[in-house]
């Protein structure tokens, strides 16, 4: 991150730039452009290099067959249909992700129940320490 970012992140409460755990390019996987803008802005605020992002499930299907991310954050509910089918195929790529949502793990389906969920509203610190559960160098 610029010197300007890691100050900002400093004063925010921020311990260290995602790009610092590898996570350079994030897939923000919602359909309502505002909550979009808002990951967005917290994705760089943290320090992520890039963002990827995806409204509906035939986008999401072709971004996983690129695998051109190093973190997916998925809304539960796109355009109607669940992520959960793309979420399970995240698992198997062993690409780290998380929900955010108003959906509960309750829920969720039985092998999605483990995958963090941050709840909707959220702030930065929130993404943040999702990020920090899913990302391996975080858990070192």
């Known amino acids: 991150p610029t010197p300007d970012a890691t100050r900002r992140s400093a004063s925010r409460g921020v311990k260290m730039g995602v790009s610092e755990l590898g996570v350079r390019r994030v897939l923000i996987?919602?359909?309502?452009?505002?909550?979009?803008?808002?990951?967005?802005m917290f994705l760089?605020?943290?320090?992520?290099?890039?963002?990827v992002k995806c409204a509906?499930?035939?986008?999401?299907?072709?971004?996983?067959?690129?695998?051109?991310?190093?973190?997916?954050?998925?809304?539960?509910?796109?355009c109607g249909k669940t992520s959960f089918p793309a979420a399970e195929r995240l698992m198997v790529a062993r690409k780290p992700f998380f929900f955010v949502s108003?959906?509960?793990?309750?829920?969720?389906?039985?092998?999605?129940?483990?995958?963090?969920?941050?709840?909707?509203?959220?702030?930065?610190?929130?993404?943040?320490?999702?990020?920090r559960q899913v990302v391996p160098a975080a858990q070192t």
């Open 102 to 131: 108003g959906y509960v793990h309750e829920d969720m389906p039985a092998a999605l129940r483990q995958i963090p969920l941050v709840p909707k509203p959220y702030l930065i610190k929130d993404i943040e320490e999702a990020i």
């Open 56 to 78: 509906n499930l035939p986008t999401l299907q072709e971004a996983i067959e690129r695998g051109d991310y190093d973190l997916a954050i998925l809304d539960v509910n796109l």
């Open 44 to 51: 760089s605020e943290l320090g992520a290099d890039e963002v």
């Open 29 to 40: 996987v919602d359909d309502e452009p505002l909550i979009v803008r808002l990951l967005e």
